[in-house]
């Protein structure tokens, strides 16, 4: 079970939040915006996502339970 805390902690993540916004516009698209995407621009959607997931994990430079006790 996920507390409040590491729910928070998770949050500070740039990654978790791309996550989440990946998410929301995978929802969207599926039942409320419809956009009529080719093969090739949803790959190209994909692989831009994919690019920029892959860039956030390198930026990462300590684990997100590490940046609570940096603040203080």
Not at 34 to 47: E, K, R
Not at 52 to 66: C, E, G, N
């Amino acid at each position: 079970m996920i507390t409040l805390t590491q729910l928070k902690q998770a949050l500070k993540s740039r990654t978790v939040i791309l996550g989440l916004c990946v998410v929301a516009l995978t929802y969207a698209q599926t039942y409320v915006l419809q956009i009529d995407l080719t093969p090739f621009q949803q790959m190209l959607s994909g692989s831009g996502l994919g690019s920029v997931i892959v860039v956030l994990r390198f930026l990462t430079t300590m684990p997100v339970a590490d940046k609570k006790t940096l603040k203080g």
